[in-house]
């Protein structure tokens, strides 16, 4: 599928068995979560831009290859908080945003609670955060408020093909990186074979 790039790394499948294993303990979960999310946003970041700046080293002076990119991190509530640390630790000068959307269990459908983001223009590079893409509901609530950006990359554990078609017939140009597409969703609209609630799993609620 144009513009969805599956990871191909062994750790990260690795990982992610982890994850789905429901016998995995909350304290492992957490910290699989992290590694995972690392390796991804790594992934997903592998042709940022470059520019030079002039240093001196023990030996020499020289121009050295520096970040260009304007990065601000992004991260949907509850779940997106897991990857955001890991981002962090990636991008420590990135300004972070924050949507709290909460699953309506009736209708699937994300409702808004809580909204707050840096500004961004049109040379910003958004990585959006959140684990699993099921309906897509979420990310493109996010996706609307924030498409002024230059580019944007959703970055993600698990895909469901129905979320990666929704994202793509609005926004075409974003970017999806993922651990893994699985089957389909199911009729609760959870991701087959998935992992469950991610946010429970890794929050103990």
Known sequence: MKNVFVSSHPLVA????????KQTGIREFR?????????LITDASGDLSLSTKAIETPLTKMHAPVLSENI???TILR???????????????AEVGFAGLRRNEQTAIAEEYYWKMPTI?????????????????SALCVL?????????????IISAPEG?????????NVRIYTG???????ARKYIVPGLGDFGDLYFGT
Do not use: C, W, Y
């Open 121 to 137: 223009t049109k040379n910003s590079l958004v990585f959006l955060l959140d684990p699993m893409l099921a309906t897509g509901g």
């Open 164 to 172: 990666i078609t929704a994202i793509h017939s609005a926004f075409p």
């Open 14 to 21: 690795d990982l992610l068995t982890i994850l789905r294993d």
């Open 72 to 74: 601000v991190l992004f």
């Open 79 to 93: 779940a997106g908080l897991a990857m955001l640390h890991p981002a962090m630790k990636l991008f420590p000068s």
């Open 31 to 39: 910290s699989t979560a992290e590694q995972i999310s690392s390796l």
């Open 144 to 156: 609307r408020k924030i498409k002024q950006a230059k580019e944007i990359r959703l970055v993600t």
């Open 180 to 186: 893994a597409v699985d089957q389909k969703l199911n």
